[in-house]
């Protein structure tokens, strides 16, 4: 059973989706969420290590269902071969802990990607944090996308649905 938190068939599905990119730092990487007219979001931009940038991402506040819980998260998406990091936040800050999973979609084609909640690393600002309890996804507050690694040039990752799987 999924229980979807996002499904991007509409233009109002990314109406609350912001960036946070490394310009926060002095870095010139830029990103956004946009609706495709096929009936998807693409998170696009691109990446640049000029002022020691190097990230782009794009936040959006968690609806009520999404804290349920589950024991995974599905994401429906079409890649462009590089790698990305889905990640939930559980707390309100804007700069605080992020609880993030990697992933590298084929380019070109939807495909579904599963990513066990045990697989989500809590992070701060790139940097693993060995101390903290294992996401608990009931106190999800926020999640997010993210590309980073050094991936430098033009990105883009179009997505139909993000669920939980419970």
């Avoid at 990230?55 to 999404?66: D, E, Y």
């Avoid at 609880?99 to 495909?111: I, M, S």
């Avoid at 909640?117 to 600002?125: E, G, H, L, Q, S």
Wanted: charge should be neutral; include cysteine.
């Amino acid at each position: 059973m999924t229980t979807p938190i996002c499904r991007f068939d509409t233009p109002e599905a990314v109406a609350g989706w912001y960036a946070i990119d490394d310009r926060v730092m002095g870095g010139v990487s830029g990103s956004r969420m946009a609706f495709h007219t096929e009936g998807h979001a693409a998170f696009s931009g691109s990446l640049s290590l000029t002022n020691n940038g190097g990230f782009a991402s794009v936040r959006s506040p968690v609806i009520a269902s999404a804290s349920v819980g589950g024991s995974a998260c599905l994401l429906t998406v079409r890649g462009d071969g590089k790698r990305y990091k889905f990640s939930i936040r559980t707390g309100a800050e804007l700069d605080g802990v992020s609880y993030q999973a990697a992933f590298q979609p084929p380019a070109g084609e939807w495909t579904r990607i599963e990513l066990a909640v045990a697989d989500f690393i809590p992070t701060w600002r790139g940097r693993v944090l060995d101390h903290l309890p294992p996401l608990a996804v009931s106190s999800a507050r926020q999640v997010g996308l993210l590309i980073a690694d050094r991936q430098v040039g033009p990105f883009k990752l179009d997505l139909r649905a993000i669920e939980l799987v419970g």
